[in-house]
């Protein structure tokens, strides 16, 4: 029988091997994994656990929120709020920092997550996931975090991964050194290596962008689009797929595995910032990728460079094979001139 790798052997000898994480890392990771693992069970549930469909109620960016949105987030923050890792934590499902209860004790990190990515095809069994990030925190424990705390570019980011709810249940892992994939054996409850060192094809022939909103989009992402669909007979000189599956770690992931870009971009009917949000969407999924060999920019500068002015702040995000992305980029670099 091969020696099969579980997420814990992985997380002690990484950080082994790494002269910069604490001790206590590997153990934030573990509660998170124990977190989404029963996050994936409810979402296995469906309409057996009686928990599709909307909540009543809406989050603070004005989102209907469905039930498992509201059920995920809770599982978070119950999984991890007593562990004594965290001095704070953020999630897309509260309008302001999660602060540690005043008897447990707080520690050196903060997490910040997408409780359920994509919950708007929960109830067509599609796809969804959950989205973290892990920042260090450096302020006086004895304090609460303040918003300012979390307003740390995403190359501070010390490790960011997101977890699949899919055919099968997949964590896909960075913490500085590469970009790994675990696949969930639900025999033992266990995440097992299944997909080390990820890296991104270079070459590629697919693009994902909601074409709907094409109206709205800027001149460089016209451009680029435009001619994607001249396919064979226009300056690419090949022929282009279109994918859109509307659940940001299901495009992620395909990317990751197949190459292409997502795109996300300005659209200029709906605001002037884009539609995913910097903290836990946007800056984990660019780290996953920039360590997978890709490239994240909002079009106009890296995504991974952004100081952060608001929790909840959006983004435009051009994710992908390197190729692809540097010549979004450089259509707008050109555009400006
Ligand atoms: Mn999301
Ligand atoms: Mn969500």
């Not at 790798?5 to 990771?29: C, G, M, V, Y």
């Not at 909103?213 to 001619?227: G, H, L």
């Not at 994240?296 to 390197?322: A, D, F, M, Y």
Request: proline share 4%; with cysteine; net charge negative.
């Amino acid at each position: 029988m091969t020696h099969s790798i579980n997420l814990t052997q992985f997380i002690i000898e990484q950080q082994r091997k790494s002269s910069n994480n604490k001790a206590d890392f590997s153990l934030l990771l573990n509660d998170i994994a124990l977190a989404c693992k029963k996050i994936s069970h409810l979402v296995n549930k469906g309409a057996l656990m009686g928990m599709l469909g909307d909540a009543d109620s809406e989050n603070i960016q004005g989102e209907v929120q469905k039930k498992l949105d509201i059920i995920s987030h809770e599982i978070m923050e119950e999984a991890l709020n007593w562990t004594g890792h965290l001095s704070g934590m953020l999630s897309e499902e509260m309008e302001h920092p999660l602060q540690i209860p005043s008897n447990q004790p707080k520690g050196s990190y903060l997490a910040l997550f997408d409780p359920l990515d994509g919950s708007s095809n929960i109830d067509l069994n599609l796809t969804v996931g959950s989205i973290f990030s892990i920042l260090r925190y450096q302020g006086d424990k004895k304090k609460d975090v303040a918003e300012q705390d979390f307003f740390q570019k995403g190359s501070e980011q010390v490790c960011a991964g997101f977890v699949l709810y899919g055919p099968s249940t997949m964590m896909i892992l960075t913490t500085g050194q590469g970009v790994d994939g675990f696949t969930l054996d639900p025999d033992i409850g266990e995440f097992i290596l299944t997909h080390p060192k990820i890296t991104i094809p270079e070459e590629t022939a697919e693009f994902a962008i909601n074409m709907s909103n094409q109206r709205f989009w800027e001149a460089p992402v016209q451009r680029y689009v435009e001619e994607c669909l001249q396919g064979k007979s226009g300056v690419r000189d090949k022929d282009f797929n279109m994918r859109w599956i509307a659940s940001l770690v299901a495009e992620v992931y395909r990317v990751l595995m197949r190459g292409g870009i997502f795109m996300y971009p300005l659209d200029s009917h709906k605001s002037t910032s884009g539609r995913l949000r910097l903290l836990y969407e946007a800056n984990p999924m660019s780290f996953i990728v920039e360590q997978a060999g890709g490239v994240s920019s909002t079009g106009n500068e890296p995504i991974l460079g952004i100081t952060p002015t608001s929790l909840h702040q959006r983004v435009p995000l051009i994710l992908g094979s390197k190729s692809e992305v540097n010549r979004v980029v450089g259509y707008h670099h050109t555009s400006k001139n």
